[in-house]
């Protein structure tokens, strides 16, 4: 099959899963009593939002499996992702510390928007380690990989630092 027919079906998969997302969402919102949704909407909208991000998700990792197969062999891509990711998770554990000792002003929302970053950085890293079969992209990618994971450890530690002090 030809790359840009495969791209298109990669495309239509995440079209479904959007829109099965979306579907299952608008059901579950029918089926709400009105009383209870018009009483507390703010938290039915943001919980509403929650459900979505989860299905679309879950529902787009087989369009992201396949996603993956068709750019195996596309190493200037995972080159690019490796000489980006270097210095991008170079800020992790930085924004980790300035999380954990920060005063709660600007630079620790910021430093905590960084952190919430973390994980899809993680799994874009390690692709790029795992399918790249260029040893100088694989060190970078591997580099990247032990920052972020550092950056994640301190988000860790500081929550459970929060959850050990409210017992």
Same mark, same amino acid.
Request: aromatic share 10%.
């Given at each position: 099959?030809?790359?840009?027919?495969?791209?298109?079906?990669?495309?239509?998969?995440?079209?479904?899963a959007v829109a099965a997302a979306a579907a299952i $969402? +608008?059901?579950?919102?029918?089926?709400?009593?009105?009383? $209870?949704? &018009?009483?507390?909407?703010?938290?039915?909208?943001?919980?509403?939002?929650?459900?979505?991000?989860?299905?679309?998700?879950?529902?787009?990792?087989?369009?992201? %499996?396949?996603?993956?197969?068709?750019?195996?062999?596309? +190493?200037?891509l995972w080159g690019f992702l490796a000489r980006t990711? *270097?210095? %991008?998770?170079?800020?992790?554990?930085?924004?980790?510390?300035?999380?954990?000792?920060?005063?709660?002003?600007?630079?620790?929302?910021?430093?905590?928007?960084?952190?919430?970053?973390?994980?899809?950085?993680?799994?874009?890293?390690?692709?790029?380690?795992? @399918? &790249?079969? $260029?040893?100088? @992209?694989?060190?970078?990618? *591997?580099?990247? *990989?032990?920052? +972020?994971?550092?950056?994640?450890?301190? *988000?860790?530690?500081? /929550?459970?630092?929060? /959850?050990?002090?409210?017992i």
């Amino acid at each position: 099959m030809a790359s840009w027919k495969r791209g298109v079906l990669v495309a239509a998969g995440y079209a479904a899963a959007v829109a099965a997302a979306a579907a299952i $969402v +608008e059901m579950r919102s029918r089926s709400l009593d009105p009383a $209870v949704a &018009s009483a507390s909407s703010g938290m039915l909208a943001f919980g509403q939002v929650l459900w979505f991000l989860l299905l679309a998700g879950l529902f787009s990792l087989p369009p992201t %499996w396949f996603l993956a197969r068709m750019l195996r062999g596309a +190493e200037r891509l995972w080159g690019f992702l490796a000489r980006t990711g *270097l210095p %991008w998770a170079v800020t992790a554990p930085f924004a980790a510390a300035a999380f954990a000792w920060g005063s709660g002003g600007g630079l620790s929302a910021l430093a905590f928007l960084r952190l919430l970053l973390t994980p899809g950085s993680l799994v874009v890293l390690l692709a790029t380690w795992r @399918t &790249s079969m $260029v040893p100088d @992209t694989r060190r970078r990618a *591997l580099r990247a *990989l032990v920052l +972020e994971a550092c950056g994640l450890l301190g *988000l860790a530690a500081w /929550i459970g630092k929060a /959850i050990l002090a409210r017992i």
